[in-house]
């Protein structure tokens, strides 16, 4: 029953990602989005064990549409801010590579922190090691592990920790 749940919703995900990439859809784009997206959810839970890290219960279903939100906030805030940077030069930059720690063990959520820390613009995960991310960051605005970690992590952390581990 939980493999088929898993299967459901990784189903429901694709899909809901596809409808929205090809927006505004036509029945043929949601009937290959629908294929496509049932094709990969059949296949991929049992066979890639990185599926298997992920929880499916409803409170995890809750926090991750709350993370769709914190992180599109995010998103919409990281580009304002580059935008401003790159139109007011008098804006001052002091980019540099920074490290940062997370609680996450799975490992897709570790995937999943370093993909959004890099999807806000003025932030790229550089490298990842053990449980030290080095992140690349427009505006170095802390100089330790701890400051830098709350400015970059904790905003996505706390909800991919209930969704990953």
Same mark, same amino acid.
Not at 13 to 29: A, G, M
Not at 142 to 159: D, L, M, P
């Given at each position: ?8 919703? !990784?189903? #429901? ?13 036509? /029945?043929?784009?949601?009937?290959? $989005?629908? #294929?496509?997206?049932?094709? /990969? ?18 409170? #995890? !279903?809750?926090? $991750? !549409? #709350? ?9 919409? %805030?990281?580009?304002? +801010? ?5 139109? &007011?030069? %008098?804006?001052? =930059?002091?980019? $540099? ?11 897709? *959520? ?11 613009? *003025?932030? =790229?995960?550089?490298?990842?090691? $053990?449980?030290?991310?080095?992140? &690349?960051? !427009? +505006? ?11 400015? =970059? ?9 209930? =969704?990953? *581990?």
């Amino acid at each position: 029953m939980k493999r088929l749940l898993a299967r459901f919703l !990784i189903f #429901a995900f694709l899909l809901l990602i596809w409808l929205l990439l090809t927006y505004p859809f036509s /029945i043929q784009e949601l009937t290959a $989005g629908a #294929a496509v997206s049932l094709l /990969i959810a059949l296949f991929s839970v049992g066979s890639i064990p990185i599926f298997a890290e992920m929880r499916t219960g409803p409170r #995890a !279903i809750t926090w $991750g !549409i #709350a993370y769709l939100f914190v992180f599109f906030f995010e998103l919409v %805030k990281s580009n304002l +801010d580059v935008a401003f940077r790159v139109l &007011h030069r %008098k804006i001052p =930059i002091q980019p $540099g590579i920074v490290k940062v720690r997370t609680k996450l063990t799975s490992r897709i *959520g570790r995937l999943a922190l370093a993909n959004s820390i890099t999807l806000t613009p *003025g932030t =790229i995960t550089v490298e990842t090691k $053990g449980e030290y991310f080095y992140v &690349h960051w !427009i +505006d170095v605005r802390a100089r330790n592990i701890e400051e830098t970690t709350q400015n =970059i992590v904790s905003k996505f952390e706390k909800y991919l920790e209930v =969704i990953f *581990g």
